[in-house]
């Protein structure tokens, strides 16, 4: 991803016992001022406002009490290096499962998988 872009992040595919609760962080590169859209809803967006990582996680948690994390590396880049994202680690309980997708423009699910 390159500095100045809107980064959509969902959750949307995340399984277990309904209702879904989700809770979202960032980690971000030093000087930067980006926020998380909610930190408590399936989707999130944020402004990768400078170079560097940025590190979002995702925990859901079901009506049962299971949780289930995943983490997305994104490498905010100029617009010559355009920078990266990876799936970093996913942690799944036997009772659920946890998706993270990058949404590209438009909506079109980019899986990091």
């Not at 402004?47 to 009490?65: E, K």
Request: aromatic share 6%; glycine share 12%; proline share 3%.
């Amino acid at each position: 991803m390159t500095t100045g872009t809107t980064v959509t992040l969902s959750g949307a595919s995340s399984t277990g016992t309904a209702p879904l609760h989700y809770q979202w962080t960032l980690s971000k590169p030093a000087g930067s001022t980006a926020q998380l859209s909610s930190s408590t809803s399936e989707s999130v967006t944020f402004l990768a406002d400078g170079v560097g990582s940025y590190i979002v996680t995702l925990l859901v948690t079901d009506a049962s009490g299971w949780g289930s994390t995943d983490s997305v590396l994104g490498s905010a880049g100029s617009a010559a290096s355009k920078g990266s994202l990876a799936d970093l680690v996913t942690c799944d309980s036997d009772h659920g499962d946890v998706d993270l997708h990058y949404l590209e423009p438009g909506g079109t699910i980019f899986d990091l998988n």
